[in-house]
């Protein structure tokens, strides 16, 4: 029995890493299909070291202002987490994401659990109330990019106008999902422990306890004011993310090429955005794909000039992300040794 669940785990993380490696050459292919890379390797052999620093300022601006973002969404768990585990999380998140694909958001709960001694589960839930509002801001992000721009956007990206349907449609039903969920947990809650315990008492136990925590992590914004913030700091990041386009465009001397503003960023960091919601390891291949389409489709800019940004800016953000895991975890647990803590690594947090 246990060799067969085994073999099914096995089987089933093979089949994973297959999808994964496929959707991941497959778009890369799609990308690079009409790059001469020669060319685009010389484009940003040519970028100038304090572009890239300036880049690199932005972009972990745009990420602590994820974790302050994140705060307000665990003030009625814990009112005192400390903003350097929220960043810390964030960065571990997205630099297991570059290796495993979705893998990071489980560290993240993981990990901010550990450091700030409260329920994974429940930290876990803000991670998926997080998430839908990052879609929920990204579609109408989209929405802004088709007023701003010139043209026709829809026709110069064909997949955009049914993108954004589909997009709505899952983040209303995944809001009302929700909300009933929340409105009616005795009722799921009553649900769930009498299935459960027709199969074991112990797992019945182990569900409700599962269940009480994840609703209290789906229903942890209480305050209007929280929800403000919330709204602010979204529409911080989106700035950020757009300022982070913007002066990519910079780093490879683009703006000398096209006319190109903070709109023209704007629009690139919206639609290049979709790249990163396919499951390939820190949206490689997806995002160089869109990222390529956008430029030379809609900006004009030639496919050598648009795969340059595309490599340099997802190369840098990519390392970013590696190192600073890396090093977050190295010197958090450097300071928990110091205040005789355990340390904390990928293997110790899957334990209870």
């Not at 972009?59 to 987490?81: C, E, G, P, Q």
């Not at 947990?185 to 136990?205: C, D, P, Q, T």
């Not at 490689?284 to 390529?292: D, L, M, P, Q, R």
Request: aromatic letters at 14%.
């Amino acid at each position: 029995m246990t060799s067969d669940k085994e073999n099914k785990n096995r089987i089933s993380k093979v089949a994973g890493f297959v999808v994964t490696l496929f959707l991941t050459l497959l778009f890369l292919i799609i990308a690079f299909r009409n790059v001469d890379l020669k060319k685009a390797l010389q484009i940003i052999s040519e970028t100038k070291i304090s572009e890239v620093i300036l880049y690199l300022i932005v972009f972990f601006a745009s990420h602590y202002a994820r974790a302050i973002r994140w705060k307000y969404m665990l003030v009625s768990i814990k009112d005192d987490v400390s903003k350097n585990h929220l960043f810390g999380s964030v960065m571990v998140s997205y630099g297991v994401s570059c290796v495993v694909p979705r893998l990071g958001e489980i560290y993240r709960a993981l990990f901010l659990g550990k450091w700030e001694n409260i329920s994974r589960t429940t930290v876990l839930g803000t991670i998926v109330i997080e998430r839908i509002i990052d879609i929920t801001f990204f579609a109408f992000a989209a929405l802004i990019s088709v007023s701003l721009y010139s043209g026709d956007l829809y026709s110069q990206i064909p997949w955009l106008k049914s993108s954004l349907i589909i997009g709505f449609g899952l983040i209303f039903f995944a809001i009302l999902f929700l909300l009933v969920l929340i409105q009616n947990k005795s009722h799921f809650r009553n649900w769930l422990i009498v299935m459960s315990a027709k199969i074991s008492s112990k797992l019945s136990e182990k569900l409700k306890e599962l269940f009480d925590t994840l609703i209290e992590g789906f229903s942890s914004i209480k305050s209007s004011k929280h929800i403000l913030a919330i709204i602010f700091w979204s529409v911080t990041i989106m700035l950020l993310y757009a300022l982070n386009s913007y002066v990519g465009f910079f780093m490879l001397n683009m703006h000398n090429s096209a006319e190109i503003n903070f709109a023209s960023a704007w629009i690139v960091m919206t639609i290049s955005s979709f790249g990163m919601l396919i499951p390939t390891p820190g949206g490689t291949g997806s995002y160089h794909a869109i990222s390529i389409l956008v430029l030379s489709q809609v900006f004009h800019f030639s496919f050598d000039v648009s795969a340059a940004y595309a490599i340099l800016t997802h190369f840098i953000s990519y390392v970013a992300f590696i190192v600073s895991s890396i090093l977050i975890i190295y010197f958090f647990n450097r300071n928990r040794v110091k205040q005789g803590l355990p340390k904390e690594t990928f293997i110790s947090v899957l334990k209870n």
